[in-house]
């Protein structure tokens, strides 16, 4: 009976050390850089910004290593995107002309689900354009979970897009 308490002790030990090596060694504070493959094509710079955004990093650090990748590649494409459809927005209201709807940053090879999401957001965000209503587009980047958390100009201030819409309200 011994014998079975301590190799049942041992095996615990082994499978507790293995445990803590691998997410020692595999945390995406140790992987994920500007260069990192998949990351191609992608703004280095943007991807720099979020990288170093603390709640993105804990929401990274969160998800399974096998999701992380969409997550980085979805995260620097909508920032983009969103930036992109603020600029557009603000162009039509000083020129009154609709813009086209911005393109959606594709990286090199985007992982799993990062077009099924690309294509739900141009057609959210299309629809908000193609309704010739500035209005629409502006309820659609001050909603919830899509742009409004974006900031507008990391260089120039931390103002998000919700922020910025929201004080000239």
Partial sequence: MQHRRRYRYQWVLAASVVATMSACSSGPDATWTTDSPGLEGLPHEV??????????????????????????????????????????????LGTGAAPKTPIFLRPGKPASGFDEFATKWT??????????????LRSTLTASGGCDAVVVNPSASKRTIGEWLGAQE
């Fill in 47 to 92: 991807v720099a910004e979020r990288l170093a955004d603390p709640e993105f990093r804990e929401n990274l650090d969160l998800t399974s290593p096998d999701d992380q990748l969409v997550m980085i590649q979805l995260q620097v494409a909508s920032t983009v995107f969103c930036r992109d459809l603020f600029a557009s927005y603000e162009k039509w």
């Fill in 123 to 136: 057609e959210t965000f299309g629809a908000a354009v193609e309704s010739g209503d500035p209005e629409v």
